[in-house]
């Protein structure tokens, strides 16, 4: 649950901490002292689209911090664990927005995407504006109500990733059969360039294995002339190395005496003398046995030129041949019987409409089923708020198309009929503006009841309701605080009577700035909050002794 709110230059508020218990809590005030202030800083924390204009006057920038118990929220906890963000039980959602317009989010202290705060805020709260009846009129709102209802929003996901998967392949499907002659054109050229490459058969490292013998082979002459010439220097000419080297030892051999000093040297000649002659032999037989080899040049050659005219052909170089080879052969096996032919795609679609199949049908029998339910509560609603008459029905219809839909196979729309013996119709063309607000509010109830989000906020959802009636919305709103947390913005006193905390606030002036101010109220407080909120201005001991009576009521009630 949210336990403490820090706001910092937000909009009048220059500095407000509040701390937050279970339960109801009530935020009332005058108009334009900022009531507002509260539940727009609570959604910036969640990841709200933020502006300059949120950063209050002469300020640099807006900070908001919320504060959020989350040992009892395993959905959060597992969700802070898997981004390493967990700290023990708190959870501290921190939005820094600039007077640029600029903002930074954080979580447990650490930086992170708008998105995750987005993600993490949808786990801890949710907040019901006093302008949602006017999304009653759109069908997807009937069907996301519907599905939170029936606890099937994960069902609901994995149907609509089901048609996403099996409406990518039909537009594939499509596409190859509207585009069959242009395919079967490419097929053909596809095929006569992989054959092409198919006969060429280039194996890396090929090319230059060849050149290498092409050198070799080209200059065949100058290298039989050279080792011949190299021979004779090693062994045969009169001044050959060898026949130096051994007049060398010759000298050292004989000395008058014998010199250690010069021992490795003798060592060192003696063993150059065995090697010249040995490189010699090697010399001479090469020479004998080493032949020049026209044909086998004209081979190496002939072969090259296959494989620049083909590099030249495909506009690459000779090395990138292998790849585009592969390539090439990769492609026309996925266009010409493979996973991108007609025949296949047609298997993968049929398959994936059978998984989607499966998958709507779950998602059928569970509205089906919740949406029984939920007409019978939101009728036990509407009941308790003055509206015994008015019958609502959760209307599911097939989709017109046999064929799968993004939402599964059925149309939701929320139907009522105002008067009984009259049918059912859409709610934009029975409700009235005050009755849609009273069904909007029984519909948040009962959904709520349902949902795991453990704190609720609601802003000014009472908008057009009184009397007796809004004593039932007190209650309504307290039930639901006494099952977990409940945030809400009100102006009626019969609603603020009921809460279990109260918070007021009020707007000052001071060296020509205006500064928005909230406080919590005791008991004594919260009677004349109350009493303003009956009698305006001018309170009488009247007005007093019957807050003192709401309030006395409210706080009995337990419902």
Same mark, same amino acid.
């Given at each position: 649950?949210?336990?403490?709110?820090?706001?910092?230059?937000?909009?009048?508020?220059?500095?407000?901490?509040l701390?937050?218990?279970?339960?109801?809590?009530?935020?009332?005030?005058?108009?334009?002292?900022?009531?507002?202030?509260?539940?727009?800083?609570?959604?910036?924390?969640?990841?709200?689209?933020?502006?300059?204009?949120a950063?209050?006057?002469?300020a640099?920038?807006?900070?908001i911090?919320?504060?959020?118990?989350?040992?009892?929220?395993?959905?959060?906890?597992?969700?802070?664990?898997?981004?390493?963000?967990?700290d023990?039980?708190?959870c501290?959602?921190r939005?820094?927005?600039?007077?640029?317009?600029?903002?930074?989010?954080?979580?447990?202290?650490?930086?992170?995407?708008?998105?995750?705060?987005?993600?993490?805020?949808?786990?801890?709260?949710?907040?019901?504006?006093?302008?949602?009846?006017q999304?009653?009129?759109?069908k997807?709102?009937?069907?996301?109500?519907?599905?939170?209802?029936?606890?099937?929003?994960?069902?609901?996901?994995?149907?609509?990733?089901?048609w996403?998967?099996?409406?990518?392949?039909?537009?594939?499907?499509?596409e190859?059969?509207?585009?069959a002659?242009?395919?079967?054109?490419?097929?053909?050229?596809?095929?006569?360039?992989?054959?092409?490459?198919?006969r060429?058969?280039?194996?890396?490292?090929?090319?230059?294995?060849l050149?290498?013998?092409q050198?070799?082979?080209?200059?065949?002459?100058?290298?039989?002339?050279s080792?011949?010439?190299?021979?004779?220097?090693?062994?045969?000419?009169?001044?050959s190395?060898a026949?130096?080297v051994?007049?060398?030892?010759q000298?050292?051999?004989?000395?008058?005496?014998?010199?250690?000093a010069?021992?490795?040297?003798?060592?060192?000649?003696?063993?150059?003398?065995?090697?010249?002659?040995?490189?010699?032999?090697?010399?001479?037989?090469?020479?004998?046995?080493?032949?020049?080899?026209?044909?086998?040049?004209?081979?190496?050659?002939?072969?090259?030129s296959a494989?620049?005219?083909?590099?030249?052909?495909?506009?690459?170089?000779?090395?990138?041949?292998?790849?585009?080879?592969?390539?090439l052969?990769?492609?026309?096996?996925?266009?010409?019987?493979?996973?991108?032919?007609?025949?296949?795609?047609? +298997?993968?679609?049929?398959k =994936?409409?059978?998984? $989607?199949?499966?998958? %709507?049908?779950?998602?059928?029998? #569970? !509205?089906e089923? *919740?949406?029984?339910?939920?007409?019978?509560?939101?009728?036990?609603?509407?009941?308790q708020?003055?509206?015994?008459?008015?019958?609502?029905?959760?209307?599911?219809?097939?989709?017109?198309?046999?064929?799968? +839909?993004?939402?599964?196979? =059925?149309?939701?729309? $929320?139907?009522?009929? %105002?008067?009984?013996?009259?049918? #059912? !119709?859409?709610? *934009?063309?029975?409700?009235?503006?005050?009755?849609l607000?009273?069904?909007?509010l029984?519909?948040?109830?009962?959904?709520?009841?349902t949902?795991?989000?453990?704190?609720?906020?609601?802003?000014?959802?009472?908008?057009?309701?009184g009397?007796?009636t809004?004593?039932?919305?007190?209650r309504?709103l307290?039930?639901?605080?006494?099952?977990?947390q409940?945030l809400?913005?009100?102006?009626?006193?019969?609603?603020?009577?009921?809460?279990?905390?109260?918070?007021?606030v009020?707007?000052?002036?001071?060296?020509d700035?205006?500064?928005?101010?909230?406080?919590?109220?005791?008991?004594?407080?919260?009677?004349?909050?109350?009493?303003?909120?009956?009698?305006?201005?001018?309170?009488?001991?009247?007005?007093?002794?019957?807050?003192?009576?709401?309030?006395?009521?409210?706080?009995?009630?337990?419902?």
């Open positions: 649950m949210l336990t403490q709110l820090t706001v910092s230059n937000y909009a009048i508020a220059e500095r407000v901490e701390q937050f218990n279970k339960g109801m809590t009530a935020l009332t005030g005058e108009t334009g002292a900022g009531k507002s202030i509260v539940l727009d800083a609570l959604g910036l924390a969640m990841g709200g689209r933020a502006d300059a204009g950063v209050r006057h002469g640099k920038r807006a900070d911090t919320a504060t959020f118990d989350v040992s009892d929220i395993p959905e959060a906890g597992q969700w802070l664990e898997n981004h390493e963000l967990d023990d039980s708190d501290i959602l939005r820094v927005i600039s007077k640029d317009g600029r903002s930074r989010a954080y979580i447990n202290g650490q930086p992170c995407p708008l998105a995750h705060l987005k993600d993490l805020g949808g786990l801890l709260m949710d907040i019901h504006s006093q302008h949602q009846h999304s009653l009129l759109r997807e709102t009937h069907r996301k109500l519907l599905d939170e209802f029936a606890g099937v929003e994960n069902l609901a996901a994995d149907t609509h990733a089901a996403k998967t099996w409406h990518q392949t039909r537009q594939r499907l499509t190859r059969q509207q585009n002659d242009e395919t079967e054109a490419k097929l053909q050229l596809m095929r006569y360039q992989v054959e092409e490459l198919d060429l058969n280039l194996e890396d490292g090929e090319q230059e294995q050149e290498q013998e050198a070799q082979l080209s200059q065949a002459d100058s290298v039989l002339h080792s011949h010439q190299a021979a004779l220097l090693c062994t045969e000419e009169e001044t190395a026949d130096m051994r007049q060398a030892l000298q050292l051999e004989q000395l008058p005496v014998e010199v250690p010069l021992a490795d040297t003798i060592q060192m000649l003696n063993e150059a003398q065995i090697q010249i002659s040995e490189a010699g032999d090697n010399l001479r037989r090469f020479v004998d046995d080493y032949e020049a080899d026209p044909e086998r040049l004209a081979e190496v050659e002939e072969r090259l494989i620049y005219q083909m590099a030249r052909k495909h506009r690459i170089t000779p090395e990138e041949l292998p790849e585009l080879h592969q390539r052969s990769a492609e026309l096996a996925e266009l010409d019987g493979g996973a991108g032919s007609l025949e296949q795609l047609e +298997a993968e679609l049929e =994936q409409r059978a998984a $989607f199949d499966q998958l %709507a049908s779950q998602l059928t029998e #569970a !509205r089923q *919740a949406a029984v339910e939920l007409d019978q509560r939101i009728a036990e609603e509407l009941a708020l003055s509206m015994p008459a008015m019958q609502f029905v959760t209307h599911l219809s097939r989709n017109a198309k046999d064929e799968p +839909a993004p939402h599964g196979e =059925q149309d939701i729309e $929320f139907l009522v009929s %105002a008067n009984p013996g009259q049918p #059912a !119709r859409p709610l *934009a063309k029975v409700a009235s503006g005050g009755e607000s009273r069904i909007s029984a519909i948040q109830v009962v959904v709520a009841q949902s795991t989000t453990p704190t609720l906020v609601f802003d000014e959802v009472d908008v057009g309701i009397g007796g809004a004593e039932v919305v007190g309504l307290r039930t639901l605080g006494g099952n977990g409940v809400c913005v009100t102006h009626l006193p019969q609603v603020a009577a009921q809460c279990h905390q109260h918070l007021f009020s707007k000052f002036t001071e060296s700035a205006t500064f928005s101010k909230i406080e919590t109220l005791d008991d004594q407080g919260r009677i004349s909050e109350v009493a303003r909120m009956l009698g305006g201005v001018d309170m009488t001991e009247h007005t007093i002794a019957h807050a003192q009576e709401m309030f006395s009521k409210g706080q009995a009630t337990h419902h």
